[in-house]
């Protein structure tokens, strides 16, 4: 009798939010290592804000977005752990993460 594999569950989260501008870049998302195995993180630079938004994910590879007043930048990453955005004073906008999980049935 041969042996199968369990079938794994694939599932899709979704977190989204603002950011405001600071002296400080801003983590706005953390996991423990092996929790996800891919994520596309994306981030909007309000039209209004004086400065170029950088945004980077502690990821394989590592990931890392610049957006310019009025455009958003994404990017997919795997094994993904955290998301961080410097905004200069002033800066403002959104973000958006979706995150891939394999859960074993």
Do not use: H, R
């Amino acid at each position: 009798m041969c042996a199968t594999d369990p079938q794994a569950q694939y599932f899709q989260e979704k977190i989204s939010g603002n950011f405001n501008g600071g002296a400080a870049p801003i983590t706005v998302w953390s996991a423990p290592a092996g929790s996800y195995f891919s994520g596309t993180f994306q981030v909007f630079n309000s039209a209004a804000s004086p400065a170029t938004v950088t945004a980077t994910t502690d990821s394989t590879p590592a990931g890392a977005l610049s957006a310019a007043p009025g455009n958003t930048a994404s990017q997919s990453v795997n094994q993904p752990t955290e998301f961080t955005i410097t905004a200069a004073a002033g800066d403002s906008g959104t973000y958006c993460i979706i995150l891939y999980k394999k859960v074993l049935a």
